[in-house]
């Protein structure tokens, strides 16, 4: 420790010095500190051990660009030789005993079993609170169940409420577990909202890390400003009285470079400002590009041109253009600039680097930008705190809050940072308050067995140890933990119905009646059930019934109208059609719109192709609909459930009134008790199933994945296939579909551009939920090959329905004209046109999605036995590889 702090310019805070302690005492560590506390510190102590004993140490992180980060500082500490790099896209000097790489490398290795891992005595798990992600969060947990006990674990985290439950399951995976937390920020974060032009402190107090009440001053001048906005609200406009349609109506909030110039003025900048849509802060780049908005220091102009010219030189001219080089140039020369994912890497690059050296001062970005990237800044703007998660507009959680916040205050730069949020009309200060002062950040699990994990663990281990395995696992430690509270639920109940029993001791037979009261009611649900189930069969029936050119008139939802069929259903289990409304939306209707059976009342006769992408298609279809002179006729209703011609429901019926309790005077005050006593056992009996599905549930869901592997030949009982051996070389969402598509053939004989764009469907994600058809795809045998594969993953979802297991995600053909051009050598211009007319592809998920299609792609030779398959998938690979996708390939 003496010789590693003496190579620090700094002194090692209180935290750093225990956490560096344990791990010098040989134990593992878990330490959880805020952004920017300094926690890499003991990631670089453990690089420190292993060099100095001659073993290797792995530094881990979550995410490409952080590993290219950590390489690039390593290399500038221990020198080119010391050090490599490896992250999927590139290998550098992979025999170093310094390797840098992202966590699905290391896990991937463990299967493999690769020589690389001897030799190996420390491993940092950068991010590690990265295991809570719902998509990749299962690789952790992995890691860390299956490093070698003799390995030291580094773990980091950022600051989570249960840090304690956390280091508790790895001390009982992994052994003597030191946990190291520190909730004080090393800069601290002072609150601030801007209301209009005026900056208020959002805390009556001298002291940020103790702040609970709001500051006065603000409150009063939020109530004025809310009694001015509502008697303008109600002030007539444009000759129409009356008030407004919703609260804040009309109010018009200060303009961003408004804001950035009041920031600059009180000497908050550097600021980053989140902005939770991409399209959000382009339009924010482009409001301050409007203005004479100028952040840029006199003399910068050359720096900024160089650090530009270093990360874009090699981009051809003609690309310029689509990808708005001019106007993002012109942004960087004037100190601002949009970050997020939706453009190319190698902007984004640009413009971390040119933050980071204060060359640019203003950046708008998506919350990405919070997850990893050393991007710090002096102060962070929120303009709000609701945002779009998929699916509806959220509030912001604390957790969320102090993520996005925590970038403020860059240390050894900043004496404080600052958090800045805007006020609107329906923003309520204590609503800013409660964010601020919240520090609950809990960390949960979201580890579930896969296809490609079950074959890998019973190859490493054999079924018995890898169902063990899977029980040691942080989610299963969770679930074991809450069945703790069931238990007391249960003996809370069980008192409960005891007392209940004792108050009925003298009124025979009430319980009894009771039971059988119970009884017709739950008769009754069940015929209602069995209808409702009945309704939705003939309604699947309806809807796969239906045929190109059918104008149906569909019932409910959001779609309720007129609409033609484009396309028929295609899965009879789950029938899907694409219409075009009246409305001129197209995409697939599915029960939920159609709870009733709908058929057919008309026809309209459609184009051999219809691209329905296209504005202009939808509404010219839209309109020929409308001219059939076809009305929607009266909603059918659902039908009553039969329950008066039910048997069981009728004798239920004669029991109870035939029952001596029935003409009892007291009946229904004891029928109170009883249904107390009744509801009681119930829910003592649900706790209790509770318990059993909670307990081993893990080890369940294996055997269920198990089960279904072993009727498709990819298990011998407890023995790996040959099937299952290349099963257990696909890492992807998809991997049974990439599995079976590759045993049955599918994607044999095709063209280097055609299975770039059949393979795409399995990692492609569409930002909308619009459905994507190859009514026009490009070419017939990526057509066929394509509905061949989109048939393998109808046939798995059906398995695993049977199976009660998580469906794979369906694919998605979204990407495959994209592509399929790109491959063939077509210019970017021509590429991102055919993405989604309403919502184009952008160069940064065009780059994006295409190394994702690299990424499989360069998975098949080790998945296949066919060699010209495999030496397509490499030619795949190399065509897709040019232009902006080689550069900044990390």
């Known amino acids: 420790m003496t010789a590693f702090a003496a190579g620090l310019d700094f002194e090692l805070d209180g935290f750093q010095e225990r956490a560096c302690a344990a ?26 051990l292993a060099l100095a004993a001659g073993s290797t140490c792995f530094y881990t992180t ?26 999927g896209d590139q290998s550098i000097n992979p025999s170093a005993p310094v ?8 896990r991937n290795m463990i299967y493999a079993g690769s020589d690389t891992l001897r030799g190996l005595s420390h491993v940092v798990m950068d991010e590690v609170h990265y295991l809570a992600d719902r998509f990749r969060g299962a690789v952790w947990e992995e890691v860390i169940l299956h490093l070698p006990a003799d390995v030291r674990l580094i773990s980091l985290s950022a600051t989570v409420s249960n840090a304690e439950e956390f280091g508790a399951w790895l001390t009982t995976v992994r052994g003597d577990t030191a946990v190291v937390l520190d909730e004080v920020r090393p ?56 008030p407004s349609a919703q609260r804040g109506r009309g109010y018009r909030p200060l303009p961003r470079p408004d804001v950035l110039a009041l920031l600059d003025q009180e000497g908050l900048l550097p600021a980053i400002t989140f ?100 991007m710090p800044a002096r102060t962070v703007v929120l303009e709000r705190l609701v945002k779009f998660n998929g699916e509806a507009h959220v509030d912001l959680t604390p957790g969320e ?34 964010l601020a002062s919240t520090r609950t950040y809990p960390l949960r699990s979201s580890f579930r067995p896969s296809y490609n994990m079950a074959v890998n663990l019973v190859a490493r281990v054999g079924t018995a140890a890898a169902r063990e395995l899977l029980e040691r696992s942080f989610a299963q430690f969770q679930a074991d933990r809450s069945v703790v509270g069931l238990v007391r639920g249960i003996d809370r109940n069980e008192a409960r119905v005891a007392e209940l029993r ?29 209808d409702r189930e009945d309704q939705r069969g003939a309604a699947a029936t309806a809807l796969s019934q239906l045929r190109r050119g059918d104008v149906v008139a569909v019932p409910a939802g959001r779609r309720a109208g007129l609409a033609v069929v484009l396309e028929p259903a295609g899965q009879p289990d789950d029938p899907r059609p694409l219409v075009l409304t009246a409305q001129r939306w197209a995409g697939r209707i599915s029960i939920a719109d159609a709870p009733v059976p709908i058929v057919p009342i008309g026809r309209l006769r459609l184009p051999k192709h219809v691209d329905h992408r296209q504005p202009r298609t939808r509404r010219d279809l839209a309109s020929a609909l409308r001219e059939t002179g076809l009305t929607v006729p009266r909603s059918t209703r659902r039908s009553r459930a039969g329950t008066d011609g039910d048997d069981e429901l009728a004798a239920l019926r004669r029991a109870v009134r035939a029952h001596p309790a ?19 056992m119930r829910e003592t009996e649900h706790l209790r199933e509770q318990v059993a599905a909670t307990t081993d549930s893990l080890a369940r869901t294996f055997d269920r994945i198990l089960a279904l592997l072993r009727e498709r030949n990819y298990l011998n009982g407890d023995e790996i296939t040959p099937a299952g051996r290349r099963l257990a070389r696909i890492y992807t969402e998809s991997d049974l579909v990439v599995a079976e598509c590759l045993r049955r053939g599918l994607w044999r004989n095709l063209t280097a551009a055609d299975l770039a764009a059949v393979v795409s469907v399995l990692v492609f994600e569409s930002r909308t939920d619009d459905a994507h058809t190859l009514a026009e795809g490009p070419n017939d045998a990526t057509r066929q090959a394509v509905h061949g594969t989109v048939e393998v993953w109808s046939q798995l979802r059906a398995d695993e329905r049977r199976h009660h297991l998580p469906a794979t995600r369906e694919p998605d053909l979204g990407f495959v004209e994209p592509v399929h051009r790109w491959a063939r050598g077509r210019p970017l211009v021509d590429v991102l046109a055919a993405g989604d007319a309403r919502r184009p592809l952008s160069a940064g998920d065009f780059v994006r999605w295409c190394r994702q299609v690299i990424d499989l792609l360069d998975q098949l030779p080790d998945a296949t036995d066919d060699r010209q398959l495999a030496q397509t998938a490499t030619a795949a690979i190399r065509a897709i590889r040019r232009g902006v996708v080689a550069i900044d390939a990390g």
């Not at 800069?187 to 009440?213: K, N, S, Y």
């Not at 720096?303 to 270093?310: E, L, S």
């Not at 004792?502 to 739950?522: K, N």
Request: with cysteine; charged share 25%.
């Open 23 to 48: 791990l010098a005492d040989g134990r593992d560590v878990l330490v959880c500190a805020p952004t920017g506390a300094g926690k890499t510190v003991v990631g670089e102590f453990a690089v420190h």
């Open 62 to 87: 979550p995410i490409k660009a952080l590993s290219n980060q950590k390489f690039a500082d390593f290399v500038r500490r221990y020198g080119r030789d010391s050090v490599g790099l490896l992250t």
């Open 99 to 106: 390797l840098v790489m992202t966590t699905e490398v290391l």
């Open 187 to 242: 800069v601290p974060l002072w609150q601030h909202v801007l209301v209009g032009r005026r900056l208020f402190d959002l805390f009556q107090t001298d002291d940020p890390t103790a702040a609970t009440i709001v500051a006065a001053d603000l409150v009063r001048y939020v109530k004025q400003r809310e009694e001015l906005e509502q008697a303008n609200s109600w002030a007539p406009r444009r000759g129409r009285p009356g």
């Open 275 to 374: 902005v939770f849509s991409r399209q959000g802060c382009d339009a924010a780049l482009a409001q301050c590009l409007r203005s004479r908005l100028d952040l840029a220091a006199p003399d910068s102009a050359e720096q900024i041109d160089a650090v530009i010219t270093a990360h874009t030189g090699e981009l051809p001219r003609a690309d310029l253009e689509v990808l708005g080089y001019w106007e993002w140039r012109e942004a960087l020369l004037r100190g601002i600039a949009a970050h997020h994912a939706g453009m190319l890497p190698a902007f984004r690059h640009t413009v971390e680097e040119l933050f980071v050296r204060g060359l640019v001062r203003a950046v708008f970005a998506t919350e990405t930008l919070a997850l990893g990237i050393n």
């Open 401 to 434: 809050y102090t993520q996005l916040t925590g970038r403020a205050g860059r240390r050894g730069i900043d004496v404080e940072g600052h958090a800045v949020v805007l006020w609107q009309p329906e923003l309520a200060v204590s609503e800013v308050a409660g």
């Open 502 to 530: 004792a108050q009925l001791a003298d009124a025979d037979g009430i319980v009894e009646y009771v039971g059988l009261r119970a009884r017709i009611r739950d008769r009754e649900r069940q015929l209602r059930r069995r």
């Open 662 to 680: 029935h003409t009892r005077p007291d009946r229904e005050e004891l029928a109170r008790i009883g249904e107390r006593y009744h509801r009681a």
